[in-house]
């Protein structure tokens, strides 16, 4: 089985500044994925940001991208430019993929931190 | 598409009594799953299916029923709700193969049990 730690219950940023969540995990599986989801308020899960485990190259998406050190089983995520619209619950999430990249489509998912953005 | 549908958005239950959380989906995918979501804990994994007919329990499964007769419907049910089963549930939906990473998820069920 897996797991995955979020040790920020909360973290805040002033709005334009940057911020970099923390999330490690433990698995003994070679091949998955990992995630970030934001919870906004809304209650809906947006995905942020993924990674394959099998690329060494850090996944970034806009103001968004994550440090990925594989060996450390660590998966932070940094915002660029935080903007109120950033304020939310972040998860880190994991999901176990086959050989061929297939998965069931099944997540571990972290604690949660909550972010918030003052202006 | 609607995406993932779950109905209803919020639920009061007593003690004992029991309900279905609807979850459907019209993108045709295979694999469905159920999560709750608590404070402290983010979410986890309560059943899960890769296919009609096809269902496996996940981390907590214990109190909760699914079945999966259509590949659109994966119903949860709770046949005698308890206080410990409050919390917002969270259908997600993907679809089979190589895609399978990419989870599409419901708005959500908030559920109280008094």
């Known amino acids: 089985a897996q797991t995955v730690t979020q040790s920020q219950p909360e973290m805040s940023v002033q709005e334009a500044e940057t911020v970099t969540l923390s999330c490690t995990y433990d698995?003994?599986?070679?091949?998955?994925?990992l995630f970030w989801y934001k919870q906004p308020p809304s209650r809906q899960m947006i995905l942020v940001i993924r990674q394959e485990a099998y690329k060494q190259q850090n996944a970034t998406e806009n103001r968004f991208s994550v440090n990925f050190q594989k060996a450390a089983k660590s998966f932070s995520l940094k915002i660029s430019d935080s903007q109120l619209g950033d304020t939310a619950m972040y998860f880190c999430?994991?999901?176990?993929?086959?050989?061929?990249?297939?998965?069931?489509?099944?997540?571990?998912f972290g604690q949660g931190t909550i972010l918030t953005v003052h202006p | 598409n609607a995406g993932v549908t779950q109905t209803p958005k919020f639920q009061v239950l007593k003690t004992g009594q029991s309900m279905t959380l609807q979850c459907a989906q019209d993108m045709n995918h295979e694999y469905m799953s159920w999560y709750r979501q608590d404070p402290g804990m983010g979410l986890r994994l309560i059943h899960y299916s890769v296919g009609a007919g096809i269902t496996d329990q996940g981390e907590v499964p214990n109190g909760y029923n699914v079945s999966r007769s259509t590949t659109e419907d994966f119903p949860l049910r709770l046949l005698s709700a308890a206080p410990s089963q409050t919390s917002v549930y969270f259908c997600?939906?993907?679809?089979?193969?190589?895609?399978?990473?990419?989870?599409?998820f419901g708005p959500g069920t908030r559920l109280t049990v008094t």
């Open positions: 997600a939906s993907s679809e089979g193969g190589t895609f399978s990473y990419e989870q599409y």
């Open positions: 698995t003994s599986e070679n091949n998955y994925y």
């Open positions: 999430a994991f999901m176990k993929a086959n050989a061929g990249g297939t998965s069931y489509g099944k997540l571990t």
